[in-house]
């Protein structure tokens, strides 16, 4: 002891029950023969315990260096060897040793951060700041750094001390809108095998910021006719800007060239349309000054001038005495069928006023062809109503003045009503409600009005058991199937159209096939069974054979065999019906009766049972009717098979 103090240190995860340390007489004098008690102090601490003979010190209770890392305990030392006892008092002053035993956290799992896309390299984006129990410097000393991000090289640093997050490379949320990594933060325990690290995962989102202009993306040159109406598409003006949301939002102006106010431009959609008519003799070329600006805060713009060319027409325009023609004319007609004549009358003189007439490309405009100089219209192909019903034809004089043909083509009867299917299969079960649909036709008919009208029918014996709802197509049953009358139908359907002139018709085969259900009760072929047997007879031997039949198909059908009381004596085979002896027969005149139950092997099984009668050949049953006269009546409408 130093002064009566004693200093050591303890790691903090010492276990209880562990020495700590050994005392001894503080005046260093022998203490073998001493007569020694050591105790702390009560006022003292909990953690520790003293042996009082050894003066061994222990841990009792766990220590927290970041609750207590200080202890200092005070023990009494009596020496019962003075007369009186010696009290001596020694003072231990005991520090805890930190131990890594908390990790780094941050308060949250994830954090998303916006920072604008204009601000310069080093900024501060973020400060993250995280946590560690741990009580002495190092083990609580955090150090944070950067994991991987979706991009190929980070634009952000982190300080790895005071966890702030910067820009290192200048942003462009045109480029990359967001950036996601890790953030980590470690302790710097000295043993670097005990670090402990927590992580975080960010998400910075770059906001936007006007900093790109709109650029045109649509030509500076348009041509229009002179004689367009008034609301014309002149050009579609079409600028795009990079930018999110309004800074990104493009209207469209004119700054000069419009001063007549010949034009107007929807400064939405960019449209340029004609406000007045065109003259070219007037003026043939205009420079529009055209500005693209966007919605931000400053607003950025971009401009660009806009040549647009009035191209020239005949001014004296010959004009069609109608300016709509209708007329009809009938399909799959040899071509050369005339079609109409049109004609147009032009004030000019001389050969100004020679009209030449042409039609004008168009849907289906190479049916037909016009006669150039009289205006005669005839088809130069045969036509086809299903194909194309309507043709609507602009004719042009002296490519000058147009004239629609409003044109029908007739409908013919010349599409036979072509089914889904050359053939249709379906299986339904025998026990398939009276009326039920197991079949839903459907044809169709190109034609138009009735000619494209379809009607259904069957043909060929269907022996009274489908028939046909006549406009939906549904075939349906008219009486209950039964599979072990018939099992299969074979018969067509027919599609008609209701032409009032040779109708046209296709046919179709269906073929139905009936399911089985077990709806058949095993019948035995012969019961009751008489069997004569000799006394003699050999064990294992066939006595008897019972046969039952069972018109149900598979394992509704198939039969197996059993005794409905089970006999000593006999044995039936499940599967033959076989009856074989067991143990011989006790006497000459043996009788015994079996009752055998035939069952199918259906979900629900159907069952028979039969009598056999087995007798020696010395003794014969004698069979007698229990009344010598029965009588009963029975009503004259009553159903087959009822008792």
């Known amino acids: 002891f130093s002064r009566g103090v004693k200093h050591f240190v303890i790691p903090e995860n010492v276990k209880p029950a562990q020495m700590l340390n050994s005392l001894k007489w503080p005046d260093n004098r022998p203490t073998t023969n001493r007569k020694l008690h050591y105790s702390i102090a009560k006022d003292d601490d909990v953690h520790f315990e003293i042996d009082s003979l050894t003066g061994n010190l222990f841990l009792s209770k766990e220590l927290d260096y970041e609750t207590a890392s200080h202890f200092l305990l005070r023990i009494i030392i009596k020496d019962y060897n003075d007369t009186p006892p010696q009290n001596n008092t020694v003072f231990l002053s005991i520090d805890v040793e930190d131990e890594n035993d908390h990790s780094p956290y941050f308060q949250d799992d994830f954090v998303v951060i916006g920072i604008e896309e204009n601000v310069p390299v080093g900024t501060l984006v973020y400060t993250f700041n995280a946590k560690d129990g741990d009580g002495s410097f190092l083990n609580s000393k955090i150090q944070y750094s950067l994991g991987k991000s979706n991009m190929s090289e980070n634009p952000f640093l982190i300080h790895p001390s005071y966890g702030t997050l910067t820009t290192a490379f200048p942003l462009d949320r045109e480029t990359t809108a967001s950036v996601i990594f890790t953030v980590f933060a470690a302790d710097q325990a000295i043993n670097q095998t005990n670090c402990r690290l927590d992580s975080l995962a960010v998400k910075v989102v770059i906001l936007d910021i006007n900093d790109n202009s709109p650029s045109f993306t649509s030509v500076p040159l348009s041509y229009v006719m002179e004689d367009v109406e008034v609301g014309f598409l002149v050009h579609h003006i079409l600028a795009k800007d990079p930018d999110e949301g309004r800074n990104g939002q493009v209207t469209y102006h004119i700054l000069s060239g419009n001063e007549n106010k010949v034009f107007v431009l929807d400064k939405i959609t960019g449209l340029l349309t004609t406000a007045q008519l065109l003259d070219r003799e007037i003026q043939g070329c205009y420079s529009l000054t055209v500005m693209a600006l966007d919605d931000g805060s400053p607003a950025l713009s971009a401009t660009q001038v806009l040549t647009i ?335």
Do not use: W
Request: charged fraction near 25%; glycine fraction near 6%.
């Open 309 to 643: 060319i009035v191209v020239d027409v005949n001014d004296e325009t010959p004009i069609f005495l109608k300016k709509l023609y209708e007329t009809a004319v009938h399909e799959n007609q040899d071509l050369g069928e005339f079609v109409i004549k049109v004609e147009a009358m032009d004030r000019d003189a001389g050969l100004n006023s020679l009209l030449q007439y042409e039609i004008l490309p168009g849907t289906g405009f190479e049916k037909f062809k016009i006669n150039s100089t009289s205006g005669e219209l005839v088809t130069a192909a045969s036509l086809d109503r299903e194909t194309q019903e309507v043709f609507i034809i602009k004719g042009n004089p002296s490519r000058s003045s147009t004239a629609q043909l409003y044109l029908t083509v007739l409908d013919e009867n010349d599409h036979n009503p072509l089914f889904g299917k050359t053939q249709y299969q379906i299986s339904v079960r025998e026990d398939l409600e009276e009326g039920s649909t197991i079949l839903n036709l459907l044809a169709s008919d190109e034609d138009d009005g009735l000619n494209g009208e379809v009607m259904y029918s069957l043909i060929d014996d269907t022996f009274g058991v489908f028939a046909i709802d006549s406009v939906t197509g549904s075939i349906l049953t008219t009486k209950v199937l039964d599979r072990e009358t018939k099992s299969q139908y074979t018969f067509r359907a027919v599609a008609s159209d209701c032409s009032t002139h040779l109708p046209k018709s296709t046919t179709v085969s269906v073929v139905v096939y009936v399911d089985d259900i077990n709806d058949n009760d095993p019948v035995f072929l012969q019961n009751p069974i008489r069997a004569f047997v000799p006394a003699e007879t050999s064990v294992n031997e066939i006595v008897a054979t019972v046969r039952a039949e069972d018109m149900d198909l598979g394992s509704n059908g198939a039969v197996v065999y059993s005794l409905m009381v089970a006999d000593n004596v006999f044995q039936i085979n499940a599967k033959t019906g076989d009856i074989t002896l067991q143990k011989p027969l006790s006497s000459k005149d043996f009788t015994n009766q079996l009752l055998v139950m035939a069952s199918d092997q259906g979900i629900s099984p159907r069952t028979a049972t039969a009598v056999v009668t087995i007798l020696t050949e010395e003794q014969e049953e004698e069979v007698l009717f229990s009344h010598s006269l029965y009588e009963a009546s029975v009503s004259e409408n009553s159903v087959p098979g009822g008792h």
